[in-house]
Nanobody
Framework: QVQLVESGGGSVQAGGSLTLSCAAS????????MGWFRQGSEKEREGVAA???????NYADSVKGRFTISQDNAKNTLNLQMNSLKPEDTAMYYC????????????????????WGQGTQVTVSS
Protein backbone atom coordinates (compact mmCIF):
# COMPACT_ATOMS: atom_id res chain seq x y z
CA GLN A 1 0.00 0.00 0.00
CA VAL A 2 1.41 3.35 -1.07
CA GLN A 3 1.34 6.27 1.34
CA LEU A 4 2.59 9.81 0.87
CA VAL A 5 2.72 11.89 4.03
CA GLU A 6 3.54 15.60 3.88
CA SER A 7 4.99 17.58 6.76
CA GLY A 8 6.72 20.86 7.40
CA GLY A 9 3.91 23.29 6.81
CA GLY A 10 3.20 26.16 9.15
CA SER A 11 2.77 29.89 9.49
CA VAL A 12 5.54 32.32 8.59
CA GLN A 13 5.91 35.97 7.81
CA ALA A 14 6.56 37.20 4.31
CA GLY A 15 10.20 36.73 3.38
CA GLY A 16 10.52 33.66 5.56
CA SER A 17 11.34 30.09 4.63
CA LEU A 18 9.85 26.64 5.08
CA THR A 19 10.87 23.18 3.99
CA LEU A 20 8.16 20.69 3.15
CA SER A 21 8.80 16.96 3.13
CA CYS A 22 6.82 14.12 1.64
CA ALA A 23 7.65 10.73 3.13
CA ALA A 24 6.85 7.86 0.80
CA SER A 25 6.14 4.28 1.78
CA UNK A 26 5.42 1.52 -0.71
CA UNK A 27 6.83 3.75 -3.43
CA UNK A 28 10.38 4.72 -4.38
CA UNK A 29 10.64 8.48 -4.89
CA UNK A 30 13.11 8.12 -7.75
CA UNK A 31 10.83 5.79 -9.73
CA UNK A 32 8.83 8.27 -11.81
CA UNK A 33 7.78 11.88 -11.88
CA MET A 34 6.90 13.42 -8.56
CA GLY A 35 5.48 16.83 -7.97
CA TRP A 36 4.30 19.41 -5.51
CA PHE A 37 0.93 21.05 -5.98
CA ARG A 38 -0.88 23.70 -4.03
CA GLN A 39 -4.46 24.82 -3.65
CA GLY A 40 -5.38 28.17 -2.18
CA SER A 41 -8.77 29.17 -0.91
CA GLU A 42 -11.31 29.10 -3.74
CA LYS A 43 -8.58 28.33 -6.26
CA GLU A 44 -7.83 25.35 -8.43
CA ARG A 45 -5.01 23.03 -7.52
CA GLU A 46 -1.90 24.05 -9.44
CA GLY A 47 1.46 22.48 -10.08
CA VAL A 48 4.33 24.17 -8.26
CA ALA A 49 7.36 21.99 -8.96
CA ALA A 50 8.15 18.62 -10.48
CA UNK A 51 11.15 16.31 -10.60
CA UNK A 52 11.69 13.32 -12.82
CA UNK A 53 13.55 10.07 -12.23
CA UNK A 54 16.78 11.65 -13.52
CA UNK A 55 16.51 14.55 -11.11
CA UNK A 56 15.52 17.08 -13.76
CA UNK A 57 13.33 19.77 -12.23
CA ASN A 58 10.61 22.08 -13.46
CA TYR A 59 8.94 25.02 -11.70
CA ALA A 60 5.96 27.25 -12.06
CA ASP A 61 6.96 30.78 -13.04
CA SER A 62 5.48 32.11 -9.81
CA VAL A 63 7.99 30.19 -7.66
CA LYS A 64 11.02 29.98 -9.93
CA GLY A 65 14.14 31.14 -8.13
CA ARG A 66 12.46 30.86 -4.72
CA PHE A 67 11.48 27.18 -4.42
CA THR A 68 13.68 24.11 -4.85
CA ILE A 69 12.37 20.59 -5.28
CA SER A 70 14.62 17.66 -4.42
CA GLN A 71 14.62 13.98 -3.61
CA ASP A 72 16.40 12.30 -0.72
CA ASN A 73 16.79 8.75 -1.91
CA ALA A 74 18.30 7.57 1.38
CA LYS A 75 15.24 8.75 3.30
CA ASN A 76 12.84 8.14 0.40
CA THR A 77 11.42 11.63 0.70
CA LEU A 78 10.47 14.39 -1.68
CA ASN A 79 11.30 17.88 -0.41
CA LEU A 80 10.36 21.43 -1.27
CA GLN A 81 12.56 24.22 0.04
CA MET A 82 10.59 27.46 -0.04
CA ASN A 83 12.41 30.76 0.39
CA SER A 84 11.30 34.39 0.17
CA LEU A 85 7.75 33.35 0.85
CA LYS A 86 4.93 35.69 -0.15
CA PRO A 87 1.33 35.93 1.09
CA GLU A 88 0.19 34.58 -2.27
CA ASP A 89 2.04 31.34 -1.50
CA THR A 90 -0.55 30.62 1.18
CA ALA A 91 -2.19 27.31 0.30
CA MET A 92 -2.51 23.65 1.11
CA TYR A 93 0.48 21.89 -0.40
CA TYR A 94 0.27 18.34 -1.73
CA CYS A 95 2.85 15.92 -3.04
CA UNK A 96 1.99 13.57 -5.85
CA UNK A 97 3.63 10.54 -7.41
CA UNK A 98 3.27 9.16 -10.89
CA UNK A 99 2.97 5.46 -11.58
CA UNK A 100 4.36 5.36 -15.13
CA UNK A 101 6.82 7.33 -17.28
CA UNK A 102 5.79 10.46 -19.12
CA UNK A 103 6.30 14.17 -19.37
CA UNK A 104 7.34 15.50 -15.99
CA UNK A 105 6.54 19.16 -15.56
CA UNK A 106 4.24 21.39 -13.56
CA UNK A 107 1.78 21.16 -16.45
CA UNK A 108 1.44 17.39 -16.14
CA UNK A 109 -2.31 16.86 -15.61
CA UNK A 110 -3.37 15.92 -12.09
CA UNK A 111 -5.10 12.76 -13.27
CA UNK A 112 -1.75 11.41 -14.50
CA UNK A 113 -0.51 11.17 -10.91
CA UNK A 114 -1.48 7.93 -9.23
CA UNK A 115 -0.87 8.78 -5.59
CA TRP A 116 -1.44 11.88 -3.49
CA GLY A 117 -0.68 12.93 0.04
CA GLN A 118 -3.17 14.49 2.41
CA GLY A 119 -1.60 17.94 2.26
CA THR A 120 0.14 20.33 4.62
CA GLN A 121 -0.96 23.93 5.16
CA VAL A 122 1.34 26.86 4.49
CA THR A 123 0.25 30.30 5.64
CA VAL A 124 2.30 33.40 4.87
CA SER A 125 1.37 36.64 6.57
CA SER A 126 2.33 40.10 5.37
Amino acid sequence: QVQLVESGGGSVQAGGSLTLSCAASGYTVSSYCMGWFRQGSEKEREGVAAIDSDGITNYADSVKGRFTISQDNAKNTLNLQMNSLKPEDTAMYYCAAATYPGICSVSRPRHLYGFWGQGTQVTVSS
